[in-house]
């Protein structure tokens, strides 16, 4: 049973909008996210995060929502560059100082020029 | 920033090889390190957690006599597939925290396995 899901597996969005990747999440243990951004044969990369105790947290271009009662969360990016394309995976866990992640299956964006 | 390093990145062999895959945090030490296993648009699979000076704790489904975790010390674990087949083909990534950080886990570069 997947406890962390991505049911996009692809995005496509022209340069200069708004991107926007969605995860749901079925534990309700889960109280930290995190966005992380991979590129082929490279391994994942940090971008944002959120604890529980808020509904958004923004970074430049990166803002991720948390609507706790959905279970649901969404990362925004905006606006979309180029250099954004690659495989989005949401990840969760249960307090922040835990070490254990349960990911999703990623999302591959594509930002067409 | 933390950084880990993941070595080699890519590996050719025959099957029946053993592979020995190094993870070390650069700049920081770490005495818990994790082993992630990903086939083909699929996720990041939790093999196993390394402790260091203690015994791996591995996930359900995962073979400890195949998957050999060592943590010799507190900026390097070493992941051995022994006697590999084609079957454990596969992108094996490694991620440590900085001991005694909350925050986000960084990850290395990662390993792509093939056997032949």
């Known amino acids: 049973d997947q406890q962390v899901k991505q049911n996009s597996p692809s995005l496509s969005v022209q340069e200069g909008r708004i991107s926007i990747l969605n995860c749901d999440y079925t534990n309700s243990m889960f109280d930290y996210f995190l966005w992380y951004k991979k590129y082929p044969a490279e391994g994942p990369t940090f971008l944002i995060s959120?604890?529980?105790?808020?509904d958004k947290n923004e970074d430049g271009r990166f803002t991720v929502f948390l609507n706790k009662s959905a279970k649901h969360l969404s990362l925004h990016i905006v606006p979309s560059q180029p250099g954004d394309s690659a495989v989005y995976f949401c990840a969760a866990t249960s307090g922040a100082g835990s070490y254990q992640l349960t990911f999703g299956k990623g999302t591959k964006l594509s930002v067409i020029p | 920033g933390a950084v880990v390093s993941q070595h080699p990145s890519w590996v050719i062999c025959k099957s029946g090889t053993s592979v020995k895959i190094e993870c070390r945090s650069l700049?920081?030490?770490?005495?818990?390190m994790f082993w992630y296993r990903q086939f083909p648009k699929q996720s990041l699979m939790l093999m196993a957690t390394?402790?260091?000076?203690?015994?791996?704790?591995?996930e359900q489904g995962v073979e400890k006599d195949k998957f050999l975790i060592n943590h010799a010390s507190l900026t390097l674990s070493t992941l051995t597939v022994t006697s590999a087949h084609p079957e454990d083909s596969s992108f094996y990534i490694c991620?440590?925290?900085?001991?005694?950080?909350?925050?986000?886990?960084?990850f290395g570069d990662g390993t792509r396995l093939s056997i032949l």
């Open positions: 959120i604890s529980s105790i808020k």
């Open positions: 991620s440590a925290r900085p001991q005694g950080v909350v925050g986000p886990q960084h």
């Open positions: 700049d920081f030490q770490a005495t818990t």
């Open positions: 390394s402790n260091e000076g203690s015994k791996a704790t591995y």
